[in-house]
T-cell receptor, first 113, second 115 residues
């Protein structure tokens, strides 16, 4: 089983809709979870981090974590064409530091005007 | 000015050549990382360093070496480049914050082509 799995997409949503991005991880002891956004040819940019079960909201973005199900998601409300990018889920292995940050392969999101 | 810079931004080299990719940061972070990104494979960690005297191998260190010349500088070397090292290379930095939480900040990347 891959350590961090994401649907590669592309996920296509109309402008103004909610985009839902999902990620599962295999290490049950993981405690730190991140969502990065990466525009084509650019570097990853952190948009959300989450450490506790439940929801964490920041503007149009909501991260959801369910450690029992080993599942983390990112919701983007009122999606805009500028949100079109690849979204990378990243997890720190249990007992590890950022030296043990494992990335998923990313989900490509396309927001249609 | 960018907080994390990488040079060169693009590089074409031939098989067998030695090349060095450089990373500098002005964020004052102790921790620095080198990743490569390949289509379909995502980001993979090559080496990381938690301070000037600390160097650790990542997931895919074979064929690479690193040097931490100063807190702000972390270089990646390919001693004898081969075509499957063609990739996009990212440097990243982080610092331990409250509650041992930290965030990685990425440089703009170096696109390397090995012929």
């Amino acid at each position: 089983q891959k350590e961090v799995e994401q649907n590669s997409g592309p996920l296509s949503v109309p402008e103004g809709a909610i985009a839902s991005l999902n990620c599962t991880y295999s290490d049950r002891g993981s405690q730190s979870f991140f969502w990065y956004r990466q525009y084509s040819g650019k570097s990853p940019e952190l948009i959300m981090s989450i450490y506790s079960n439940g929801d964490k909201e920041d503007g149009r973005f909501t991260a959801q974590l369910n450690k029992a199900s080993q599942y983390v998601s990112l919701l983007i409300r009122d999606s805009q064409p500028s949100d079109s990018a690849t979204y990378l889920c990243a997890v720190i292995r249990s007992g590890g530091s950022q030296g043990n940050l494992i990335f998923g392969k990313g989900t490509k999101l396309s927001v249609k005007p | 000015d960018a907080d994390v810079t990488q040079t060169p931004r693009n590089r074409i080299t031939k098989t067998g050549k030695r090349i060095m990719l450089e990373c500098s940061q002005t964020k004052g972070h102790d921790r620095m990382y080198w990743y490569r990104q390949d289509p379909g494979l995502g980001l993979r960690l090559i080496y990381y360093s938690f301070d000037v005297k600390d160097i650790n191998k990542g997931e895919i260190s074979d064929g690479y070496s690193v040097s931490r010349q100063a807190q702000a500088k972390f270089s990646l070397s390919l001693e004898s480049a081969i075509p499957n090292q063609t990739a996009l290379y990212f440097c990243a930095t982080s610092a331990l914050g409250p509650s041992s939480q930290e965030t990685q900040y990425f440089g703009p990347g170096t696109r390397l082509l090995v012929l």
